[in-house]
C-alpha cells in the first residue's frame, strides 16, 4: 500500500480537492466525513486508493480513537491533513455559547487530540507531517463569525507549542491559512467574484492552490511550526469586516 494521508471533512469542497490532489500523487487517501456519506464514498471510488471513516468532530474521545484505530492499521501513515471546521454567525455582541463550543470543539481541541494521537500511535517509514488549516484572519482579524475566529486564533497557538513539543525532531506540525477561496456560507456567485478578488492580487485563489501547498508540506522539509498563508495577500490587509459582508455593501 502507498504512504497513507488522512484528510478531514474531505468529502467536499476545498478537503474534497486536496484528497484528489494526494490521490493522483500517488497517496492512499483516507477521507473523513461528517455528515457527507454519499460525497465521500463517491470520491473514493474515484481515486486509485482510498478509504472512508466517519467521525463527529464535535466528540474529541470519539476523534481521538479514530486515529488511534487507523494508527493500528495503516502500516505507513505520514500525515494528517485537519481540514475539517465548522464556521457559523456570530458575534461579539450577541455570542451564542452553542456556536461558541462546537467551534472551539471541531476547530480546536479536535485537531490537537487528533495530533497528538497520531504522533504517539501511527506507524510512519518517513517523518510524520500535521498540516492544519488555519485563516487568514490569524493576521488579518475582523469581529464576524467570532466564535470560528476565535478557534483558528487557538489552533494557530497550538501549532506553534505542540511543534515545540513533538517528541520526534523528524516530524513536523504546520498550519496552511488561506483566505477567501471558496464561496462561503449564504453566499452567491456574483459576491464571491466580487469577495474572492478582495486581496492586494485582486485575483481569486484557486482551491488546487492550497492542494498543491499541502502537498509540498507533506512531503519536504520546511521547518516545524510554520504556517504558510495563501490568499493573494489578504491578510496583509486590513478589512473591517469579514469580505462575506464587505461584498454586499
Known amino acids: 500500500m502507498p504512504p497513507a494521508v488522512l484528510i478531514t471533512g474531505s468529502g467536499r469542497r476545498i ?85 461558541f463550543g462546537e467551534a472551539m470543539a471541531v476547530n480546536a481541541q479536535a485537531p490537537v487530540r487528533m495530533t497528538n494521537a497520531f504522533l504517539h500511535n501511527a506507524r510512519s517509514q518517513g517523518g510524520k507531517r500535521i498540516i492544519n488549516f488555519l485563516d487568514m484572519k490569524l493576521l488579518n482579524p475582523n469581529p464576524d463569525f467570532f466564535s470560528y475566529t476565535m478557534s483558528k486564533q487557538a489552533l494557530s497557538a497550538a501549532v506553534t507549542m505542540m511543534a515545540m513539543a513533538a517528541p520526534n525532531r523528524e516530524d513536523r506540525i504546520y498550519g496552511l491559512a488561506p483566505g477567501a477561496i471558496m464561496a462561503s456560507h449564504d453566499q452567491q456567485p456574483d459576491e464571491h467574484e466580487i469577495s474572492g478578488r478582495m486581496n492586494l492580487l485582486r485575483r481569486i485563489t484557486a482551491p488546487e492552490e492550497l492542494a498543491d501547498a499541502a502537498l509540498f508540506l507533506a512531503e519536504g522539509w520546511l521547518a516545524s511550526g510554520e504556517t504558510l498563508f495563501l490568499d493573494s495577500g489578504q491578510h496583509l490587509l486590513s478589512q473591517p469586516r469579514d469580505v462575506l459582508y464587505l461584498a454586499r455593501q
Open 15 to 99: 478537503g474534497a480537492v486536496l484528497a484528489r490532489a494526494f490521490g493522483e500523487a500517488g497517496w492512499h487517501v483516507v477521507i473523513h466525513y461528517g455528515a457527507s456519506r454519499e460525497a465521500a464514498e463517491k470520491l473514493a471510488d474515484e481515486l486509485p486508493s482510498a478509504e472512508c471513516v466517519s467521525c463527529d468532530l464535535s466528540d474529541g474521545a470519539a476523534a481521538e480513537a479514530m486515529i488511534t484505530n487507523l494508527a493500528g492499521r495503516l502500516d505507513d501513515w505520514r500525515v494528517l491533513v485537519n481540514c475539517a471546521a465548522v464556521f457559523k454567525v456570530d458575534t461579539f455582541d450577541s455570542l451564542d455559547h452553542a456556536v
